[in-house]
């Protein structure tokens, strides 16, 4: 499974990359803050809203520690999504939020 730090995403957003980011924590865990950008599709409900991504696009998952988003990550690679995981997810975050 691909990864990344939290640091490297930063660095993509501050250099203005078109950056896909998928928040799988639970709706009232990002009412507290996401990354910028973020999409929320918490991971009980990815089975069902992952016809809503583009195969043919490049996606980043994150949650509060990097275990949910690596199971995710485990689950849309074995569907043919190309995806990284977020390590150590929003605990590691250092970049602003919304």
């Given at each position: 499974m691909k990864s990344i730090s939290t640091k490297e995403l930063q660095t993509l957003l501050e250099e203005g990359k078109k950056v896909?980011?998928?928040?799988?924590?639970?709706?009232?865990?990002?009412?507290?803050?996401?990354?910028?950008?973020?999409v929320n599709m918490p991971l009980g409900?990815?089975?069902?809203?992952?016809?809503?991504?583009d195969k043919k696009e490049q996606y980043?998952?994150?949650?509060?520690a990097g275990g949910r988003s690596s199971s995710a990550c485990k689950f849309l690679d074995n569907q043919g999504y190309n995806v990284t995981n977020v390590e150590g997810g929003m605990m590691a975050w250092e970049g602003d939020i919304e």
């Open positions: 896909n980011i998928i928040d799988v924590r639970e709706t009232s865990e990002v009412a507290t803050g996401k990354i910028p950008g973020a409900l990815l089975e069902f809203k992952m016809n809503e991504l980043y998952v994150n949650c509060q």
